[in-house]
């Protein structure tokens, strides 16, 4: 009997042994582990969080809508995380993590595949009626089956242009797609490029005109690329009378920070923004294009008014810099005031008022820190640059700018709207005169954030992406 014991003992101590190497070597759960496990977890997941989860979402659904380029496999997640992707906008890790921590972070990504986002994509959100602090709004599904909706123009025949960042124009009709514009130029779908922004001239009834863009390479793929901006008609659904209005310089293969927001002013003019196209000083040198807002006449030409027109070297396009990575930017008419919002470093996100010939700061003084935790500046304030309006710390990574206007929304009168694409919500600004006094955040969990726009029936719309999805945003009892 005392033997039988003996041996059962001896073959668990042998089970478990085994087991921790295991799982040491293959990352196999064993329940003696828990303990271990649940810590190393906890500390990977805390690690997710505060590094990985700005660029990759909270709840992985980056990974889980992904179509995998470098492999899903544990062993290829830590090879990603160790290695970086620095020409696409991920940087290494190899510094930042341990080994261990490296490892634990693969297997917590791997683990989370199997997450499961919801019908679509939203998650633990009731669309029908959403409670917000001043109104209740049910959120109509206007347009799905997207990659991620860019741009949105409404036609005055009641028609809606979608850019899908993938490279697609759209047209649709009571939420029906109805076509596929052809005759788009070469647009470089990569990293964080493809076809952006979308607008129609203020005066398309008359004209005709669509202003579009996108990264494009002037010479060849082996170059660069740069964010473009073109004009063109629609015929039958085709671009006709395409024309080439400005190509940012210099083209770099970094696939990142592209900016790509057009506004126009209704006074002729039109505004494009620029990322610094990951390289911090091209924002502060007004010789290049790169993290800058431009101002273009309507037809490409530069207006001799511009800030730096006379200045010697400098681009005379430029009508703001140090901006990092501009991703909202919309003139109001009713004050003519110009207001963007940007992409700051691991927080530092900014919401600012654009003036010409100012300098906003970037990267000599900003409010976030790197991403592998190193200090990026000391200094948030200098003489001569100019502070934002609002920012935000942890970054939400802000995208798309609309004013509320009309009287369809009681309370939110005058308010600014911005989304998140980190953090997957709505953010609305309260504002007395040009002060953000209040922030609510609205719809938590709905997506990442890309656009808003407020359409001609005074309804505001609102895209997210992967799966991309255009909803309309009614006011409910
Ligand atoms: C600054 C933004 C950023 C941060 C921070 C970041 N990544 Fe990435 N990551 C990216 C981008 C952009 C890509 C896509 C690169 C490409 O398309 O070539 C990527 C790709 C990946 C991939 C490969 C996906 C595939 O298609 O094969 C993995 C895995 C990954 N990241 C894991 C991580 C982990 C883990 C962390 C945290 C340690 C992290 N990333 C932090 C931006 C980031």
């Not at 990293?191 to 922004?197: R, S, V, W």
């Not at 790509?260 to 390289?279: A, E, Y």
């Not at 810099?321 to 501009?326: A, D, E, L, S």
Request: glycine share 10%; with cysteine.
């Amino acid at each position: 009997m005392k033997k039988t014991v003996q041996i059962l003992l001896f073959l668990v101590a042998l089970l478990i042994s085994f087991q921790v190497s295991a799982s040491y070597t293959k990352g196999i759960n064993s329940t003696s582990l828990v303990a271990e496990e649940d810590t190393s977890m906890i500390h990977a997941a805390r690690n997710f969080k505060n590094v990985c989860a700005s660029c990759h979402h909270e709840d992985f659904s980056w990974f889980a809508t992904r179509k995998w380029k470098y492999g899903k496999g544990q062993n290829d997640i830590y090879t990603s995380a160790k290695t970086g992707y620095p020409d696409f906008g991920m940087p290494s890790f190899k510094k930042v993590f341990s080994e261990k921590e490296l490892r634990d972070l693969a297997k917590l990504v791997y683990t989370k595949l199997e997450f499961n986002i919801g019908e679509n994509g939203i998650k633990d959100l009731d669309t029908k009626r959403i409670v917000t602090e001043k109104l209740n709004i049910r959120l109509d599904t206007v347009v799905t089956g997207l990659s991620s909706p860019w741009g949105i123009a409404f036609l005055p025949d009641g028609d809606m242009l979608v850019n899908d960042r993938e490279g697609k124009m759209y047209r649709y009709r009571n939420s029906q797609r109805v076509a596929e514009i052809q005759g788009l130029p070469t647009i470089q779908v990569v990293g964080q490029g493809g076809l952006f922004d979308l607008r129609l001239h203020p005066d398309y009834k008359n004209n005709g005109w669509i202003y579009f863009s996108y990264p494009s390479c002037s010479v060849d793929k082996e170059v660069g690329w740069n964010t473009t901006l073109m004009r063109a008609r629609i015929k039958d659904n085709i671009l006709v009378d395409k024309q080439e209005l400005f190509r940012a310089l210099p083209e770099t293969k970094v696939g990142h920070h592209l900016g790509g927001r057009i506004t126009f002013d209704g006074k002729g003019h039109l505004f494009l923004s620029v990322g610094d196209r990951g390289n911090g000083e091209n924002a502060q040198s007004l010789t290049n294009d790169c993290g800058k807002i431009h101002r273009l006449n309507d037809d490409g030409t530069i207006p001799a008014d511009n800030p730096f027109y006379t200045t010697p070297d400098a681009k005379k396009s430029i009508w703001s810099y140090g901006q990092r990575n501009p991703q909202g930017l919309l003139y109001n008419s009713d004050t003519g005031i110009l207001w963007e919002n940007e992409h700051g470093p691991k927080g530092g996100d900014e919401l600012n008022i654009i003036q010409p010939g100012r300098n906003y700061g970037w990267p000599v003084i900003c409010f976030g820190i790197n991403y592998d935790g190193t200090i990026l500046t000391k200094d948030t304030a200098k003489v001569g640059m100019e502070q934002p309006i609002t920012y935000w710390v942890p970054s939400i990574a802000p995208s798309g700018l609309a004013f509320v206007k009309g009287d369809k929304y009681k309370g939110w009168e005058g308010n600014i709207l911005v989304g998140s694409l980190r953090f997957e919500y709505l953010v609305r600004c309260e504002m007395i005169g040009n002060s953000v006094i209040h922030k609510e955040i609205m719809f938590p969990n709905i997506g990442r954030l890309r656009t808003i726009e407020m359409g001609p029936d005074g309804y505001i719309y609102i895209s997210i992406e992967d799966p991309g999805i255009i909803f309309r945003l009614v006011p409910v009892p």
